[in-house]
């Protein structure tokens, strides 16, 4: 398998899942400070220009966080990284889905991509405090889902790598003080050999 990734992106979540299942796997670079995912060759693995991409053994290629993560969850079984029962998954899947739709394409978007929403760079400056505003409430909203477990469905699961990649961007990148349950989800991430390993695929 071939997981298409660039340092400090989102990938990492999948490269942890990786790590987690350990299989073997290889991390191929794609230079987004060059634009490489705009052109041909990338295009060719993944028309919607993101990282990352999951290339299955036989050749097909799967997008999307919550798609890969799932298919590894599911093709994986016995690591347990999906809940069995009925109401864990469907927390795990609802966190999820707040921390890539929300929380990665809109708060932290307008943070780190402003130009993403306009091309007027003096609009910048006011999308970047908006996405701070809107973190405020999403960290503090994963804080109360967290509550008192240690990982976010109670067992580590497939939502923990995605909260870790939004709590790295806000506490290394632009130091927004994690809240302290998102703050001790994200030391105990950084413990875990997995975590230490992708970090270390990013340059880290
Ligand atoms: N919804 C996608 C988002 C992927 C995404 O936005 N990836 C970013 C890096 S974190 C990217 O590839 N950006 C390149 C670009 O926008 O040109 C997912 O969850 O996998």
Excluded at 8 to 13: D, E, L, M, S, V
Excluded at 26 to 45: F, G, H, I, R, T
Excluded at 85 to 101: G, Q
């Amino acid at each position: 398998m071939k997981v298409y990734y660039a340092p400090g992106t989102c990938a990492i979540g999948i490269q942890i899942l990786l790590e987690e299942i350990g299989k073997p796997y290889e991390s191929v670079l794609v230079d987004l400070a060059n634009q490489a995912q705009m052109k041909a060759p990338y295009l060719a693995v993944n028309p919607k220009s993101k990282v990352p991409a999951l290339e299955r053994d036989d050749g097909s290629v799967l997008t999307e966080y919550q798609a890969i993560s799932v298919w590894l969850g599911l093709t994986n079984p016995d690591k347990h990284l999906i809940p069995a029962d009925a109401e864990r998954h469907a927390r795990m899947l609802e966190a999820m889905d707040y921390i890539v739709a929300t929380m990665h394409m809109q708060s932290w978007a307008r943070i780190w991509r402003p130009m993403k929403f306009t091309d007027n760079a003096a609009e910048f400056p006011v999308l970047k405090a908006r996405g701070e505003e809107m973190f405020v409430k999403d960290f503090a909203l994963m804080d109360k889902t967290l509550g008192d477990k240690p990982w976010v469905v109670g067992d580590f699961s497939l939502a923990d790598p995605a909260l870790f990649f939004v709590s790295w961007w806000a506490a290394d990148r632009i130091k927004f003080p994690l809240p302290p349950r998102v703050a001790a989800h994200y030391e105990r991430m950084k413990a875990r050999p997995s975590v230490q390993r992708a970090l270390a695929v990013h340059g880290l």
